[in-house]
């Protein structure tokens, strides 16, 4: 992707917290799940890969994405 992301979560995942960060473990974006469709703009970060991290009842759920 160039930046633009839309990410789908569950219902459960409403009211969670969900972070995305570089590789050097920098926070890049910072939020609470308000809905199931999250769309971010992430473009004017630079290329390269990054972790979305969901936290939820303790428990964590991270994924890769890529922003070329």
């Known amino acids: 992707s160039k930046g633009i992301f839309s990410i789908k979560t569950s219902n459960d995942q409403i009211g ?11 926070i890049i974006y910072k939020d609470i799940i308000q809905g199931e469709l999250i769309n971010l703009d992430l ?26």
């Open 16 to 26: 969670c917290e969900m972070m995305i960060t570089n590789l050097l473990g920098e």
């Open 43 to 68: 473009s004017k970060e630079s290329k390269g890969i990054y972790l979305l991290t969901i936290k939820n009842k303790g428990e964590f759920r991270t994924e890769k994405i890529i922003i070329e």
